[in-house]
């Protein structure tokens, strides 16, 4: 159980393009679900919190603007990341925390996007 | 400034023996800590939970120990496989309630 399914697993994109990645949570519903970025052999940096029916919250740094989120259903989140250039390469992962759970449950990750602007 | 500390150069390890990884934090004050497994291009995987209140969880060939004095957790790998390779991290909620991760140590197993 508890399977999040990220989509696609990797893109490659010109500059200037967006590019669309989405999250599903396949067997549970999530309110809440998180968009992180990971450079190589560094930490996951949460970027934005993405909220079932209302707006994203983004973390300090991260540009609503760029980073669009859309979390239409209890099931499904979208980072759209718009006019992409090079230094947006990077792996973006998504992850959904069960909305019956509690507040120190686990997160439920995807396998991530492998995203490169070229 | 807030920080979580791994450390950042890879474990070797026989098979068979244990591994044990750090997990250092400053300026959090953190309710639980979570470990994570993650294997190259994938999502991390949930392993282990233990809350403030606890000194120790185990699961299976997991232990996990958490000293919120010294600010710090232990992971250890007991009987290591070469299937128990990846990337370790750790994370923990901060004063908002967002889970936080350190960098993850490498573990490599070798027969």
């Known amino acids: 159980g508890a399977v999040v399914s990220q989509h696609p697993s990797w893109v490659i994109c010109k500059s200037g393009t967006s590019v669309k990645i989405e999250c599903r949570s396949l067997d549970f519903q999530a309110t809440t679900m998180f968009w992180y970025r990971q450079f190589p052999k560094q930490s996951l940096m949460l970027m934005a919190t993405?909220?079932?029916?209302?707006?994203?919250?983004?973390e300090q740094g991260v540009e609503k603007d760029k980073f669009l989120i859309n979390h239409a259903s209890l099931t499904l989140s979208t980072l759209t990341v718009t006019s992409a250039h090079p230094e947006d390469s990077s792996f973006y992962i998504c992850?959904?925390?069960?909305?019956?759970?509690?507040?120190?449950?686990?997160?439920?990750f995807g396998n991530g996007t492998r995203l490169t602007v070229t | 400034s807030q920080k979580i500390e791994q450390n950042s150069e890879a474990l070797n390890i026989q098979e068979g023996k244990t591994a044990t990884l750090t997990c250092n934090y400053t300026n959090y004050s953190p309710a639980y800590l979570q470990w994570y497994r993650q294997d190259p291009g994938r999502g991390p995987v949930f392993l282990l939970l233990i809350r403030e209140n606890e000194k120790e969880k185990r699961k299976e060939r997991l232990k996990v120990t958490f000293d919120t004095t010294l600010k710090q957790s232990l992971f250890h790998i007991t009987a290591s496989q070469p299937a128990d390779s990846a990337t370790y991290l750790c994370?923990?909620?901060?004063?908002?309630?967002?889970?936080?991760f350190g960098a993850g140590t490498q573990v490599v197993v070798t027969p």
């Open positions: 993405s909220n079932e029916g209302s707006k994203a919250t983004y």
């Open positions: 994370a923990l909620d901060d004063s908002w309630g967002k889970l936080q």
């Open positions: 992850s959904a925390k069960d909305s019956l759970s509690s507040y120190n449950s686990p997160l439920h």
